[in-house]
């Protein structure tokens, strides 16, 4: 019988997603997490794995199809699977967070089923395909490529809990990797014999669509193709005004699609880079990935100076490109309307949050973050089950709209939004480094960012009109970025950091969006729950429980379709 943990390990799975219709198919998978023996680096280190393989395969599906995943637990600690992106619509239970499941035990299956409500793009080996009613705004690319960069550290996710309960900053990570293998050998004190790199192989003159993700854990990173442009096209489900780049800052959990014309004279092969962007240190060169692009009639491999990183001390360029990515309002969306046709700028606020965060500090001994000086603390009976069972007691609604005066805390503290309210957050940033900011459940529209504190003068600044919608947005350090976001969406969705030293000490909140005019309005209580905390009497042994999906008995053809886990590190929170 499982029992509250204080030390769990949180598997991110980046991607995007209601009642399900008869002509909608299902699609039935089994995952078996498991530790992995790995060398990405070129020194053996474990890792975690899909059904034994590091990375895995890219799941590729459609809108409206029906998706039923059984998880099994390989590990030797309690984990939770969360869906990075996918938009459970009125359906928190399977959003796989603290507030919304128990962790699956050690040995332990549970099975997930949700519908993809929308093309919301893609992330960490997701695909989710327009239906074919739905236009795509540009013409079809003679390839597919997905790209994940990350940073990668060799010490275990174990190992890392430890430091940052010790207030140790991850720091420069040791390498950058891309599709989860080592640097191409660039420079031998970089890049030792023997490591393994990516080669993508591609024709003269056509064009292909790279779909890039940041699926590391706490570092900003610049992509970029030697001698190539990248043609930005869509970013997290949202089609984008068609513009040119040399490169792209891509932070933690960010996803973007460029189109890529294979135009050059291939006289050689072509650097393909990511590298860190906004750490203070010079060995960040140490960290550089770099893989290989390859056309069929290349004359040689790839030489020269690596492509220039941009000037790492003019902070305003990353945020004037930021600024420069707009939502295409012409294009098609989801569903068969325009996306301009939904004029945010025209909708009142009804709620206003100036949410701040700051560096690591001591709350009553421990290494704590905190959000308007309030750290989480997750209960050991989530929210969802406490909400269901009306336990008195398990949390909160009184997450402050501004920081306080008064000593931070560590509390179980709710944002009480208003049903199809429409809500202004305004993130300001008081670290040192980059942040990253992820909303399960919804998108949201990037309206600003600046340096310096914002103000209520600050508004006349935001772009009303083609600000992009998307579910994850950086704020830098000593800035802030504001958002809207319409709470469409009832349940317990979770706010929270993507630099994951952040989240672990607590850098998050809930929203808790609820109908209390029709309460059929969310999911029931699925049938397989998993009971913890104050309700741990309830549960069955595993033996005793039934998973309804079927998925135990798949084909060959079903067991292709995997994520993409690259890494796997959230780790332990506090009681």
Same mark, same amino acid.
Request: proline share 8%; glycine share 10%.
């Given at each position: 019988m499982p029992t509250s943990s204080s030390s769990f390990l949180f598997i991110l799975l980046f991607c995007f997603s209601t009642a399900a219709l008869?002509?909608?198919?299902f699609v039935f998978y089994d995952w078996t997490v498991s530790y992995l023996t790995a060398s990405p680096?070129?020194?053996?280190?474990?890792?975690?794995?899909?059904?034994?393989?590091?990375?895995?395969?890219?799941?590729?599906?459609?809108?409206n199809w029906?998706?039923?995943?059984?998880?099994?637990n390989g590990l030797d600690e309690p984990f939770l699977l969360t869906w990075n992106g996918i938009q459970h619509r009125k359906n928190s239970w399977q959003d796989g967070v603290l507030g919304t499941n128990c962790p699956i035990p050690a040995g332990w299956n549970w099975t997930y089923q949700f519908q993809l409500p929308k093309s919301c793009g893609w992330i960490w080996g997701i695909i989710i395909n327009n239906r074919e009613v739905i236009p795509v705004p540009f013409g079809m690319p003679d390839g597919d490529i997905t790209i994940f960069i990350s940073d990668w550290y060799s010490k275990s996710h174990k190992e890392l809990r430890q430091d940052v309960e010790k207030g140790i900053n991850l720091g420069v990570p040791d390498g950058i990797?891309?599709?989860?293998?080592?640097?191409?050998r660039f420079d031998g004190a970089v890049a030792p014999d023997g490591i393994t790199y990516l080669k993508i192989n591609v024709e003269p003159g056509k064009t292909y669509r790279l779909r890039v993700h940041n699926v590391g854990i706490s570092t900003s990173l610049n992509f970029?193709?030697?001698?190539? /442009?990248?043609?930005?096209? +869509?970013? +997290?489900?949202?089609?984008?005004?068609?513009?040119?780049?040399?490169?792209?800052?891509?932070?933690?959990g960010q996803s973007y699609s460029f189109l890529v014309t294979m135009d050059q004279n291939a006289s050689s092969d072509y650097y393909i880079v990511a590298s860190p962007r906004f750490v203070n240190s010079s060995a960040w060169g140490s960290a550089t990935g770099v893989a290989i692009l390859h056309y069929s009639n290349s004359q040689g491999p790839?030489?020269?100076?690596?492509?220039?990183?941009? /000037?790492?001390?003019?902070?305003?360029?990353?945020? /004037?490109?930021?600024?420069s990515i707009r939502w295409n309002v012409s294009a098609g969306a989801a569903r068969p309307n325009p996306q301009g046709s939904f004029k945010y700028g025209q909708i009142t606020v009804t709620d206003v949050y100036v949410i701040l965060n700051r560096p690591p500090e001591l709350i009553d001994g421990k290494w704590r973050t905190t959000l308007n000086g309030i750290s989480y603390l997750p209960p050991s009976t989530p929210l969802m089950l406490a909400q269901q069972f009306n336990i008195p007691g398990v949390y909160k609604l009184d997450f402050p709209n501004k920081l306080m005066n008064r000593p931070p805390k560590i509390d179980t503290s709710l944002i009480n939004g208003t049903y199809r309210g429409f809500m202004e957050i305004i993130f300001q940033n008081n670290d040192t480094t980059v942040q990253s900011y992820h909303l399960d459940g919804f998108a949201f529209f990037v309206v600003g960012m600046d340096f310096g504190v914002w103000t209520e003068n600050s508004r006349v600044t935001y772009n009303k009109w083609d600000g992009v919608a998307r579910c994850t947005t950086q704020v830098f350090p000593g800035a802030w970025t504001a958002i809207l976001v319409s709470l469409d969406n009832a349940g317990n969705w979770n706010l929270r950091a993507e630099n994951l030293d952040s989240w672990y000490l607590g850098q998050e909140v809930y929203l808790n969006v609820l109908n209390t005019e029709n309460d059929t309005? +969310?999911?029931?209580?699925?049938?397989?729950?998993?009971?913890?905390?104050?309700?741990?009497?309830?549960?069955?042994?595993?033996?005793?429980?039934?998973?309804?999906?079927?998925?135990?008995?798949?084909?060959?053809?079903?067991?292709r379709i995997l994520v993409m886990l690259l890494i796997a590190f959230i780790g332990t929170f506090f009681k």
């Open positions: 008869a002509s909608d198919p680096l070129g020194v053996k280190q474990k890792v975690i794995g899909i059904n034994g393989q590091f990375p895995g395969p890219i799941l590729n599906v459609t809108t029906n998706v039923v995943v059984n998880v099994k990797l891309i599709n989860g293998l080592g640097p191409y970029r193709i030697q001698n190539h /442009n990248l043609l930005l096209v +869509e970013t +997290e489900g949202s089609y984008t005004v068609q513009q040119n780049y040399t490169n792209m800052d891509v932070h933690v790839a030489s020269g100076p690596l492509p220039d990183l941009p /000037n790492e001390n003019d902070p305003y360029f990353s945020m /004037n490109q930021a600024r309005d +969310e999911a029931p209580l699925p049938g397989n729950a998993i009971y913890c905390g104050l309700l741990s009497s309830l549960q069955t042994d595993q033996a005793q429980r039934v998973n309804f999906s079927g998925a135990s008995s798949l084909s060959d053809g079903h067991r």
